[in-house]
């Protein structure tokens, strides 16, 4: 059964789901970092299909989920931090191992390089690696507040986002759980676009020395995963051409078994 805990940081308590392992624990925790602007119940689908000798956790960055808000825009750096501070605060010794997915392939990059002994193997999956100009671009894009009006159709952009656009590919009630989690963070639902698309990718990314596996389905970001796997020294670049959409729920298994693979 996925368990909720929370852990004091410096940005507040973070909520998290956590996964005991299935059997004797064997391997290192695994740690599984979000898409913007959800929260760890995006990996509910996958947990069980991973906690095989691992447990698993799913933490919310602060502003996000259950996790405290903020007031101010924070940096990918920031959201590093409170997880990392989550890690110790929760008392997991060692190193453990990190998955991320879109906006968390930069926050799990970034914890590496905060604190290498602490990250083991980094599999970052769909990495939203792009040149400053396109940061740019997306930044003045997708930064604009969700508007709370009395009217509804100030909901359709979460709508569209996470139901409308996936739909047939996602049970309706996943979509809606997802939409529902959206909405929690208010008009701030745009602070984790501003982090990851204000993150220095080039520099950074040049700069970690752990063990990274890339994974890229078949996605807007499959280009921009094989452009950052050229630039992560050592990594190691997946293609996984079997999942296509929805990569955590109708792609569930076929990704577990992935993850499973690199770690």
């Known amino acids: 059964m996925i368990r909720r805990l929370y852990g004091d940081t410096s940005f507040g308590q973070v909520h998290a789901r956590c996964l005991e392992a299935a059997g004797e624990e064997a391997a290192a925790p695994l740690v599984c970092l979000h898409p913007a602007p959800s929260s760890g119940l995006y990996f509910s689908t996958v947990m069980p299909l991973l906690n095989d000798g691992r447990r698993v956790f799913a933490p919310d960055y602060p502003g996000y989920g259950g996790s405290d808000a903020l007031e101010d825009p924070p940096a990918i750096a920031d959201y590093a931090t409170a997880i990392l501070e989550l890690l110790d605060n929760m008392g997991i010794e060692g190193s453990v191992n990190v998955l991320g997915f879109h906006t968390g392939c930069l926050v799990g990059a970034e914890m590496a390089l905060l604190d290498q002994a602490r990250v083991g193997r980094l599999v970052l999956c769909d990495v939203p690696y792009f040149s400053t100009e396109q940061q740019d671009g997306m930044r003045a894009q997708m930064t604009q507040p969700m ?35 959206h909405l929690r963070v208010g008009d701030r639902d745009w602070f984790g676009f501003s982090a990851a698309f204000s993150y220095d990718c080039k ?25 950052a796997a ?18 955590f729920e109708q792609g569930a298994a076929a990704i577990a078994k992935r993850i499973e693979e690199a770690l």
């Not at 996470?162 to 309706?172: D, F, K, L, Q, T």
């Not at 997946?238 to 990569?247: F, L, M, Q, R, Y």
């Open 230 to 247: 050229a630039v992560i020294p050592g990594s190691r670049f997946v293609d996984v051409p079997e999942v296509t959409t929805a990569v």
């Open 203 to 227: 520099r950074r990314f040049t700069e970690l020395d752990s063990d990274v596996v890339l994974l890229a389905t078949i996605s807007a970001l499959h280009e921009p995963t094989v452009r």
């Open 147 to 181: 508007p709370i009006r009395a009217e509804l159709d100030c909901l359709a952009g979460p709508w569209k986002f996470n139901i409308a656009s996936r739909a047939g590919a996602v049970p309706m009630p996943r979509a809606f759980e997802l939409f529902a989690e």
